[in-house]
């Protein structure tokens, strides 16, 4: 079986991000970028599965401008096996990005995709959602346990899902898209032997604009803001004057 | 044209997430019809009837849909869509496994995680931890929007919609439910608590949790919350995480107890009415968002707080 697994160039969780003044949009310029960590996480998974015997291969994706390669180069020195680059300048939503996978998926035929939940900068958490409907597969959210069964014949998967009450737990048929939550696994580092293996293996370069697909963008952004700031407030000595504090003054209890 | 709400419920029970939504689908405008699929859900149904400004609620009470998996409700509220203007659910686990879904068979791009209605077509959302604020616009002709609940006061029971009955949708049979391991609580629930009171990883154990933090919990009739780190940590269960892929409250008092206040973490809290923050170092980030904020050892704060509101009764 073969495990797709997308990936997206983000900017890194550690740094705190500007809003542009003129409203524009958000600072982007000599920012940190690193690959989502969801789809750290989703990479792992895929990793983990393939040496445990469930997969023969673990082909990456990346969709966006050049940059995007930089992040399947990335993936290929943690493992993955191939990697495949959808090059376009278009500002991508969750939904153009499903169709093109689509088409990659069509073109591939993998077994199971794995994905993150959401990207940590549009914070949409659609799109693996939308390519299991687009694809008419079955559909494992927010997922922090995979099983895949060992009987031959049974071409099911079993995932753990972090719901709003606790785990649920579901078996999905095979093709199936899987999009993993925070608490699925801990992702390596890459080694120097695997980055230097990495820069041999082969990324395929493909122009969106091929795909023969409508990928423009349906929401017009009309204005990125500030969020309204919360100032510091007061320290009090204990807990006494705390608790009198929130009667006396916020009123809260 | 009207709006259709997915109503959000388990247990039988109507989630007070419904009443919150209907807030945000009254100001994207037209008649509300809420659509309830589950198994069993009579009561259910009946208490989306009784919300303030509904005119219908459609029931798909059927096995297909007791566990509601994705497959076959998104299938079902497809088939319900041509008379509707816009879809909206709340952005619970439920509400976000869902809606993609539905909108990809739509074709339709989704708005997730609404906080705000500029108008009917222009939405307020949060992007990068709600570090900042993205309005939009759609020019979809059918909207699939998804709303933050914490944005939105919840509407009341004063409404008496008519009740219609739904024959269940087709099942697409590619998932089956097999367990689940739901944390039993008889604390309010996170989202709808007036007051929070979290724990991070400054609690150091599972058992300080229990022993410090449920007492404090318990006299302020609170709901308990916790870090990633901490549920990282194996202290707290995931249903409880709080933050920007957890869940994320706005309760009329948050109490941060051991947690630093990571932008991940803020970014599930910060609208909190008023924040009191409790960690032993004084430049951790979270008292920069704090009404108050008290410097000093939980472990003998939390005790002390716990007597200071026994005495206040």
């Given at each position: 079986?073969?495990?797709?697994?997308?990936?997206?160039?983000?900017?890194?969780?550690?740094?705190?991000?500007?809003?542009?003044?003129?409203?524009?949009?958000?600072?982007?310029?000599?920012?940190?970028?690193?690959?989502?960590?969801?789809?750290?996480?989703?990479?792992?998974?895929?990793?983990?599965?393939?040496?445990?015997?469930?997969?023969?291969?673990?082909?990456?994706?990346?969709?966006?401008?050049?940059?995007?390669?930089?992040?399947?180069?990335?993936?290929?020195?943690?493992?993955?096996?191939?990697?495949?680059?959808?090059?376009?300048?278009?500002?991508?939503?969750?939904?153009?990005?499903?169709?093109?996978?689509?088409?990659?998926?069509?073109?591939?035929?993998?077994?199971?995709?794995?994905?993150?939940?959401?990207?940590?900068?549009?914070?949409?958490?659609?799109?693996?959602?939308?390519?299991?409907?687009?694809l008419g597969w079955s559909q494992g959210t927010f997922v922090s346990k995979i099983e895949l069964?060992?009987?031959?014949?049974?071409?099911?998967?079993?995932?753990?899902?972090?719901?709003?009450?606790?785990?649920?737990?579901?078996?999905?048929?095979?093709?199936?898209?899987?999009?993993?939550?925070?608490?699925?696994?801990?992702?390596?580092?890459?080694?120097?032997?695997?980055?230097?293996?990495?820069?041999?293996?082969?990324?395929?370069?493909?122009?969106?604009?091929?795909?023969?697909?409508?990928?423009?963008?349906?929401?017009?952004?009309?204005?990125?803001?500030?969020?309204?700031?919360r100032k510091a407030g007061i320290k009090v000595a204990s807990a006494a004057e705390l608790v009198n504090r929130l009667k006396s003054e916020a009123r809260v209890i | 044209m009207a709006v259709l709400l997915v109503a959000e419920h388990q247990n039988g029970r109507l989630n007070d997430a419904t009443h919150k939504a209907v807030a945000a689908a009254a100001q994207i405008g037209g008649p509300i019809h809420i659509l309830v699929a589950g198994h069993d859900v009579t009561a259910c149904a009946e208490a989306a009837a009784r919300l303030a400004g509904v005119e219908k609620v459609l029931v798909a009470d059927d096995p297909l849909y007791a566990h509601q998996l994705a497959e076959p409700v998104a299938a079902l509220i497809v088939a319900l869509a041509g008379s509707y203007t816009a879809l909206v659910a709340p952005a619970t686990a439920s509400g976000k496994n869902v809606m993609p879904r539905v909108a990809a068979l739509l074709d339709v791009m989704q708005i997730s995680d609404i906080t705000k209605v500029l108008a009917p077509d222009i939405f307020e959302r949060p992007i990068y931890a709600g570090n900042a604020i993205e309005r939009v616009q759609s020019a979809e002709a059918k909207k699939v929007v998804t709303v933050r609940t914490a944005a939105f006061q919840p509407v009341g029971e004063t409404g008496n919609a008519v009740i219609e009955k739904l024959a269940p949708g087709p099942d697409p049979k590619l998932s089956r439910f097999v367990s689940e391991t739901l944390s039993a609580s008889d604390r309010p629930e996170l989202c709808s608590a007036r007051v929070v009171i979290s724990g991070g990883r400054g609690l150091q154990a599972t058992e300080n949790f229990t022993a410090l933090i449920a007492p404090v919990a318990d006299a302020l009739g609170a709901a308990i919350?916790?870090?990633?780190?901490?549920?990282?940590?194996?202290?707290?269960?995931?249903?409880?995480?709080?933050?920007?892929?957890?869940?994320?409250?706005?309760?009329?008092?948050?109490?941060?107890?051991?947690?630093?206040?990571?932008?991940?973490?803020?970014?599930?809290?910060k609208d909190s009415k008023v924040i009191v923050a409790i960690n032993k170092d004084e430049a951790a980030p979270i008292f920069q968002v704090a009404d108050y904020g008290i410097v000093g050892d939980l472990f003998t704060i939390l005790p002390a707080l716990k007597e200071e509101l026994a005495k206040s009764r």
């Amino acid at each position: 079986m073969k495990i797709l697994v997308p990936v997206k160039r983000v900017v890194d969780h550690n740094v705190k991000i500007r809003v542009k003044p003129d409203g524009s949009g958000v600072e982007l310029g000599n920012v940190k970028m690193a690959m989502n960590p969801f789809d750290e996480i989703a990479l792992e998974a895929a990793l983990r599965l393939k040496e445990a015997g469930h997969a023969t291969e673990v082909l990456l994706v990346s969709i966006g401008t050049d940059e995007a390669a930089e992040t399947l180069r990335a993936g290929l020195s943690l493992g993955a096996d191939r990697g495949l680059f959808v090059k376009t300048d278009v500002r991508l939503e969750p939904l153009a990005v499903a169709k093109l996978l689509k088409t990659v998926a069509d073109v591939e035929g993998p077994g199971l995709v794995i994905m993150g939940k959401q990207a940590i900068d549009d914070d949409c958490n659609q799109t693996g959602q939308m390519l299991a409907a687009l694809l008419g597969w079955s559909q494992g959210t927010f997922v922090s346990k995979i099983e895949l069964g060992k009987a031959p014949g049974e071409n099911m998967i079993t995932v753990g899902r972090e719901v709003d009450g606790g785990i649920e737990t579901l078996a999905l048929t095979l093709p199936a898209v899987v999009t993993v939550d925070l608490r699925l696994n801990a992702p390596r580092y890459p080694t120097l032997p695997n980055i230097m293996k990495a820069k041999k293996k082969a990324i395929e370069t493909r122009d969106a604009a091929e795909f023969g697909i409508d990928i423009a963008p349906r929401l017009n952004i009309l204005e990125t803001l500030a969020p309204s700031a919360r100032k510091a407030g007061i320290k009090v000595a204990s807990a006494a004057e705390l608790v009198n504090r929130l009667k006396s003054e916020a009123r809260v209890i | 044209m009207a709006v259709l709400l997915v109503a959000e419920h388990q247990n039988g029970r109507l989630n007070d997430a419904t009443h919150k939504a209907v807030a945000a689908a009254a100001q994207i405008g037209g008649p509300i019809h809420i659509l309830v699929a589950g198994h069993d859900v009579t009561a259910c149904a009946e208490a989306a009837a009784r919300l303030a400004g509904v005119e219908k609620v459609l029931v798909a009470d059927d096995p297909l849909y007791a566990h509601q998996l994705a497959e076959p409700v998104a299938a079902l509220i497809v088939a319900l869509a041509g008379s509707y203007t816009a879809l909206v659910a709340p952005a619970t686990a439920s509400g976000k496994n869902v809606m993609p879904r539905v909108a990809a068979l739509l074709d339709v791009m989704q708005i997730s995680d609404i906080t705000k209605v500029l108008a009917p077509d222009i939405f307020e959302r949060p992007i990068y931890a709600g570090n900042a604020i993205e309005r939009v616009q759609s020019a979809e002709a059918k909207k699939v929007v998804t709303v933050r609940t914490a944005a939105f006061q919840p509407v009341g029971e004063t409404g008496n919609a008519v009740i219609e009955k739904l024959a269940p949708g087709p099942d697409p049979k590619l998932s089956r439910f097999v367990s689940e391991t739901l944390s039993a609580s008889d604390r309010p629930e996170l989202c709808s608590a007036r007051v929070v009171i979290s724990g991070g990883r400054g609690l150091q154990a599972t058992e300080n949790f229990t022993a410090l933090i449920a007492p404090v919990a318990d006299a302020l009739g609170a709901a308990i919350g916790a870090s990633r780190a901490a549920v990282d940590a194996g202290y707290a269960p995931n249903d409880w995480q709080i933050g920007q892929t957890g869940k994320v409250v706005a309760p009329d008092l948050y109490i941060a107890v051991g947690i630093s206040g990571a932008v991940q973490h803020l970014a599930g809290m910060k609208d909190s009415k008023v924040i009191v923050a409790i960690n032993k170092d004084e430049a951790a980030p979270i008292f920069q968002v704090a009404d108050y904020g008290i410097v000093g050892d939980l472990f003998t704060i939390l005790p002390a707080l716990k007597e200071e509101l026994a005495k206040s009764r």
